[in-house]
């Protein structure tokens, strides 16, 4: 079965920058469109970014006004992993990050990872 794993969350301050990976097993990570996503207590799910299964697309990445020019969505299917580079980071930014791997018949979530920025 599909597993996402995210890592690299944690507390910052205002202006710094983390990066958050996902690494995927158990299905071939390259034929799937990845997506990172946040949520905060009370509040929606918030799509953050995403990027196509062909990453050398010249439209492969999309993202969020909220985050665009400060956030950079990539993957190495070498590695089944996705990143999030997070940058210029701000305290609306706090929040639990998820990827998400999009199948065509299937979306798969990871645990989650916090990052606070205060």
């Known amino acids: 079965h599909v597993q996402l794993v995210e890592s690299g969350g944690g507390l910052v301050q205002p202006g710094e920058s983390l990066r958050l990976s996902c690494v995927a097993s158990?299905?071939?990570?390259?034929?799937?469109?990845m997506s990172w996503v946040r949520q905060t207590p009370g509040k929606e799910v918030e799509w953050v970014a995403g990027?196509?299964?062909?990453?050398?697309?010249?439209?492969?990445?999309s993202y969020a006004d909220s985050v665009k020019g400060r956030f950079t969505i990539s993957r190495d299917n070498s590695k089944n992993t996705a990143y999030l580079e997070m940058s210029s980071l701000r305290s609306e930014d706090t929040a639990l990050y998820y990827c998400?791997?999009?199948?065509?018949?299937?979306?798969?979530w990871g645990q989650g990872t916090q990052v606070t920025v205060s």
């Open positions: 998400v791997m999009n199948g065509a018949l299937f979306k798969a």
């Open positions: 990027i196509t299964s062909l990453p050398s697309l010249s439209r492969a990445a």
């Open positions: 158990g299905i071939t990570f390259s034929r799937h469109g």
